[in-house]
């Protein structure tokens, strides 16, 4: 039987942020009202970055976006469906470390 890691690698990055966070990112419309964060370290908007979720690219898990701690701390109340996108944001970079993707600038940090 496959360990736990093992079988999140084949679960898509919707079901990932849905089983650790309980956010289900479907209910995001597009609205682009989290958008407003200000933060030159954005690559992608969030919009987008859901939507990416959704499509499971992980693409998601290297960008700029996703590990911004100036997004991070914005995120919690930028969605007008209450999404809770910081929720969202440390499963997405928690799965990115356990698939080895974390981008280098941030991994010569520490």
């Known amino acids: 039987m496959p360990d736990s890691g093992t079988r999140t690698r084949y679960l898509s990055l919707r079901k990932i942020v849905l089983l650790n ?50 997004v991070l701390a914005h995120a919690r109340e930028a969605c007008s469906r209450q999404l809770n996108l910081e929720a969202i944001i440390l499963a997405l970079r928690s799965e990115a470390v356990h698939r080895g993707l974390m981008p280098e600038e941030i991994t010569k940090k520490d």
Do not use: Y
């Open 21 to 70: 966070t309980g956010q289900d990112v479907n209910r995001c419309m597009g609205c682009q009202f989290c958008d407003a964060i200000p933060s030159h370290e954005l690559d992608i908007p969030l919009t987008s970055m859901i939507q990416l979720v959704n499509l499971n690219d992980e693409e998601v898990l290297t960008s700029k976006t996703l590990w911004s701690a100036e």
